[in-house]
């Protein structure tokens, strides 16, 4: 589709999909609803496609959102078979969050270091590019974790959208 008047915002996201090892690791895209944020980003998912990239999305549902995990489970979902090489405890904890293990409640740290482990070990068999959209919507769960990893990803060769708000406080 041809976008009108976003040239500026798509050599931004362009410089992201082109160079996350080089140290641009995160775009937050704000705007008003129906601004056209997810067109913009669809441009740039299309970019990174093109341009080698691997792409993992979630997108927040509000009838989720009380669903602990299920955004995490969006993202994780099709790289779920590397979980079998994390060390056991967060391995065991990623698995119990994605209901994929019968088990209690898992440790958040460890769900959220594993969510880490596996997408930096992703990332460096093909470069990744996260993008989580409607971020307010996500269940608290699963914000916290992308919040944990997107602190920890500047080091990894992994980009990261989110919008259109800040996770929430
Ligand atoms: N720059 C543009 N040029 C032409 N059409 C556009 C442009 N930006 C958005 N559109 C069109 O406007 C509509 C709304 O855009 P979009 O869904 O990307 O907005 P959004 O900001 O993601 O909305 P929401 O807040 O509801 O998620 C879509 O039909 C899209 O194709
Ligand atoms: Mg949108």
Redesign the pocket.
């Known amino acids: 589709?041809?976008?009108?008047?976003?040239e500026a915002e798509l050599k931004g996201l362009g410089e992201l999909v082109d160079g996350p090892a080089a140290g641009c690791a995160g775009v937050l895209i704000q705007?008003?609803?129906?601004?056209?944020?997810?067109?913009?980003?669809?441009e740039a998912v299309a970019a990174a496609t093109v341009g080698g990239l691997r792409v993992l999305r979630t997108t927040g549902v509000e009838a989720e959102r009380n669903f602990a995990y299920a955004g995490l489970h969006q993202l994780i979902f099709p790289v779920r078979a590397g979980a079998d090489t994390l060390p056991a405890p967060q391995r065991s904890a990623l698995w119990a969050a994605l209901g994929l293990a019968d088990a209690a409640e898992p440790n958040a740290y460890l769900v959220g270091l594993a969510a880490l482990t596996l997408l930096a070990e992703e990332a460096a068999a093909k470069p990744l590019l996260i993008v989580a959209?409607?971020v307010h919507w996500l269940d608290r769960e699963s914000a916290d974790v992308l919040a944990f990893v997107a602190r920890r990803i500047e080091s990894e060769p992994i980009g990261a959208y989110s919008?259109?708000a800040a996770l929430p406080a």
Do not use: C, T, Y
């Open positions: 589709m041809q976008l009108f008047g976003r705007g008003e609803p129906g601004v056209g944020k997810s067109a913009v980003v669809a959209e409607d919008w259109p």
